[in-house]
């Protein structure tokens, strides 16, 4: 299934570099677990039948010099493994505002 993404630049100051990664689904850890009222250990052959999806394909890209305003779309591709609905809300992005010299 192909996934768009679009990144846009609402900075004013200038333009950014910045890195998007799309992340796996992840277990959550032993203390997220708890918070999250589950009280027996988590067994990882039982996290690996509740995926749903995963990444394939090229899942991390480099933005250079995205220019305040400016709109860049990106496709994933995800491979879903049974039919329903699926938040893939999985992503890391690192904004790096590149330096300016002084005048």
């Known amino acids: 299934m192909d996934v768009t993404l679009n990144i846009q630049n609402m900075l004013e100051e200038g333009p950014i570099d910045c890195i998007l990664q799309a992340l796996q689904q992840t277990a ?5 677990a708890q918070s ?3 009280s027996q250990a988590i067994n990882i052959a039982d ?6 999806f995963v990444w ?6 480099s933005l250079k010099n ?8 990106f496709t994933l591709k995800a491979c879903i493994y049974q039919d329903g609905m699926f938040n893939l809300n999985r992503f890391k992005i690192t904004g790096i505002q590149p330096c300016r010299e002084l005048v």
């Open 28 to 32: 959550p850890t032993s203390s997220q």
């Open 36 to 38: 999250m009222g589950m």
């Open 47 to 52: 996290v690996y039948e509740q995926q749903n």
């Open 56 to 61: 394939i394909g090229k899942t991390m890209y």
């Open 66 to 73: 995205l220019k305040p305003n400016e709109k860049r779309s």
